[in-house]
């Protein structure tokens, strides 16, 4: 459950006071009756029972508020579908998590600009529907192709390097992988974005791209790295660096940002690539690119929301308050007989 206007939850402090204020009037008023006015005359001038009814009153009147203020607080929980149409292109994101991307040579590392970059692709592409796979020796899609923004983020906030077990890092299964999520698939545009160092250790790399052109899917790669190279460290648990990977012989291995493989994939898919510069990447001619690309209207029913509920703090509100006003015209009535 949630409160979709957690605000006039304050006031509900407000309504105990409210009752007790009311409670000490009735007992302040209860004892002047008393003080005033002999107990031969108490039975025939007054019901004693009113200032027991207008105790009870302020209880019930005090509940009747909590409820009404809890359902200006809009409770919602339950979830519903709802058909949703959007016009759009349908976009699987492709992330290298090897760890290759844990270099330095970009600001702070090579995966958190890459998760940072998906970010900010995740707002501009907002009302598409984007997907998330994640790579390094074996592939997995981490959320299939959704309208729901925030729940890819979820998604994206659990992803980095570990999080899939098998080392390396084989380019041509995350292609693939983006292929068969796109396998039922009905827009007119689909698009991988596939955000990587490019040093593809394994596999067929050129036989996963003619597949992707097959189906019409474009490849636009991302090379997160420098030309130049940088180590690979190695990271403990606590998130220090312990030292360099190294190759059988006991040298350094220096990971580089492999452009030709980058240029080819994109080149054979009709799409384009983009690198980082000096630290900096600009994915702004890419989003332009893709806003303008064919779009398809779908009707789907993937969103849920939550369900409103404050109709029944409402409807318990308003039984209090009948409850209260017959009984008050049940006790009267005798008197008025």
């Known amino acids: 459950m ?4 957690p605000f006039w939850l304050y006031f509900l402090m407000v309504v105990p006071m409210a009752v007790a204020l009311s409670w000490w009037g009735v007992s302040r008023s209860e004892k002047a009756f008393h003080r005033f006015i002999s107990a031969t005359l108490i039975d025939r001038l007054a019901d004693m029972g009113r200032f027991a009814r207008r105790k009870r009153s302020a209880m019930t009147l005090g509940f009747s508020a909590c409820f009404l203020i809890f359902a200006l607080a809009r409770p919602q929980y339950g979830v519903k579908p709802v058909e949703v149409t959007r016009s759009g292109i349908d976009a699987m994101i492709i992330l290298d998590v090897s760890k290759s991307m844990t270099a330095r040579d970009i600001t702070p590392d090579r995966i958190s600009r890459a998760v940072n970059e998906i970010n900010k692709l995740i707002s501009a ?3 598409n529907r984007l997907g998330l796979i994640t790579f390094a020796g074996e592939s997995f899609v981490e ?3 959704t309208l729901d923004v925030s729940t890819l983020r979820l998604f994206l906030d659990t992803v980095g390097p ?4 098998s080392p390396g890092t084989n380019v041509e299964k995350a292609i693939r992988s983006a292929v ?15 955000i990587t160092d490019g040093e593809s250790l394994e596999g067929d790399v050129t036989g996963a791209t003619q597949l992707a052109a097959d189906n019409r899917i474009v490849i636009f790669p991302i090379g997160i790295g420098s030309t130049s190279g940088a180590p690979i460290p190695e990271i403990s648990e606590s998130g220090k660096v312990t030292g360099y990977k190294k190759d ?18 994109a080149s054979a898919t009709s799409g384009e690539y983009y690198l980082s510069q000096g ?10 690119k893709l806003k303008g690309m064919e779009k398809t209207d779908i009707r789907e029913r993937e969103f849920t929301e939550y369900e409103e509920r404050y109709q029944i703090a409402v409807l318990l509100a308003l039984a209090l308050l009948l409850f209260d006003y017959f ?5 009267r009535r005798p008197e008025n007989a």
Do not use: Q
């Not at 949630?2 to 206007?5: E, G, K």
């Not at 796109?182 to 698009?191: D, E, I, N, P, R």
């Not at 009984?327 to 006790?331: A, D, I, L, Q, T």
């Open 2 to 5: 949630r409160i979709h206007d």
């Open 125 to 127: 592409l907002e009302g």
């Open 143 to 145: 959320c299939p192709l």
């Open 162 to 165: 570990g999080s899939i077990p």
């Open 180 to 194: 068969k999520a796109f396998a039922t698939s009905k827009a007119l545009s689909k698009v991988a974005i596939l």
């Open 248 to 265: 059988e012989s006991g040298e350094t291995v220096i990971s580089r940002l492999d452009v030709d493989t980058l240029g080819e994939i």
């Open 279 to 288: 630290g900096s990447l600009d994915l702004t001619p890419m989003i332009e």
């Open 327 to 331: 009984r008050s015209v049940v006790v």
